[in-house]
Nanobody, 115 residues
Framework: QVQLVESGGGSVQAGGSLRLSCAAS????????MGWYRQGRGNQRDLVAF???????DYAASLKGRFTISRDNAKNTVYLQMNSLKPEDTAVYYC?????????WGQGTQVTVSS
């Protein structure tokens, strides 16, 4: 069984920064990589950033340069550093871990950016 626990969400003014963390426990050996998705009100869940087990990264094109994904393998934790936040970044951010044929999801953490 795998558990993903996110933390670090909250409210911030436009231009501010937040750092999200996602700690994984359980059978993490099977992970192909971990990442972040977000879902704004009424919208679909979209990719924010992903880091593979080999260390390669992938970002939503519109977020590259403001958001940075990183990981600490010893802690089984992935981070999302979000800078220059905008009101349109407001969403629930979900951590995900990919394994063969499926993926695990965290419970989500709310990020609210006010203008």
């Amino acid at each position: 069984q795998v558990q993903l626990v996110e933390s670090g969400g909250g409210s911030v003014q436009a231009g501010g920064s937040l750092r999200l963390s996602c700690a994984a426990s359980g059978n993490t050996v099977s992970f192909n990589g971990m990442g972040w998705y977000r879902q704004g009100r009424g919208n679909q869940r979209d990719l924010v950033a992903f880091i593979s087990s080999g260390g390669s990264t992938d970002y939503a094109a519109s977020l590259k340069g403001r958001f940075t994904i990183s990981r600490d393998n010893a802690k089984n934790t992935v981070y999302l550093q979000m800078n220059s936040l905008k009101p349109e970044d407001t969403a629930v951010y979900y951590c995900t871990a990919r394994v063969p044929y499926t993926a695990y999801w965290g419970q989500g953490t709310q990020v609210t950016v006010s203008s």
